[in-house]
């Protein structure tokens, strides 16, 4: 079992940080018993560093590996586009697109997507909430459809979609032929969208990166990959910008 171990498990006089562009941002641990090295990265949403190590290194030296890297750290840390704080008026991305959060408290507190605004009413307080469950149940809507193209371009049927919460990874697929899918998605245009589908559909015949795996991507895939892949590369942080 791997646990990340967070600062209340280490010494009590403890307090793993390190100074980000001037903000102190968590170090978190995750001892793994196969690990014969320290490995770290940087969370997508800048919350926090984090560091695989062996069972048998100790947490200061774990510090030390940070802070060497201290350079690479703020360099990439600076990338992370804000967190905004969302409320009426505020904008955020529906497939690839700009919308204006239209809200007022009288109106119905289901979301509504109208032109180029999504409008909502109830309580101020619950508004983010409500957003993020319409922008899930719009996920999840686009990746079925999304399923049955491409299952049926593979010549599958289709298999059960769930949603992810991943902090990295935008899609997954089990050998049980289920596949999971950030919901994040949804804002992204949709061919970087259809594109992660497509790519964890061939998953479902070829579980693994050979040439035989890019070559049913290719065929089953409408637009061209490397621009999807790009655009997820370049803007992918882009996604985690607009809810907690």
Known sequence: ????????TF??????????NGVPTSIVLRRHATAKRMTLRLAPDGSEVRITLPRWARTDEA?????ARHEWLTTQHAKIPQRQILGPDSEIFYRGETRRVDWEEAAPRQPVLAGNTIRLGGALAGLETRLKR????EALALFEIDMVDYTAN?????????????????????????????????????????????????????FDH???????LGAIYEDDLKTADRWLKEKGR??????G
């Open 1 to 8: 079992m791997i646990d990340w171990l967070k600062r209340s």
């Open 11 to 20: 010494e009590k006089d403890a307090d793993p940080q390190i100074e980000l």
């Open 63 to 67: 510090v030390a590996f940070a802070n």
């Open 134 to 137: 319409w922008m899930e149940r």
């Open 154 to 206: 593979a010549s599958l049927s289709p298999v059960p979609v769930a949603l992810s919460r991943a902090q990295k990874r935008w899609g997954s697929c089990s050998e049980k032929s289920r596949i999971r899918l950030n919901w994040r998605l949804v804002q992204a245009p949709d061919f970087v969208r259809r594109s992660v589908v497509a790519h964890e559909v061939a998953h479902l015949i070829h």
């Open 210 to 216: 050979s040439p035989a795996f890019y070559a049913l």
């Open 238 to 243: 882009t996604l985690y910008t607009s809810f």
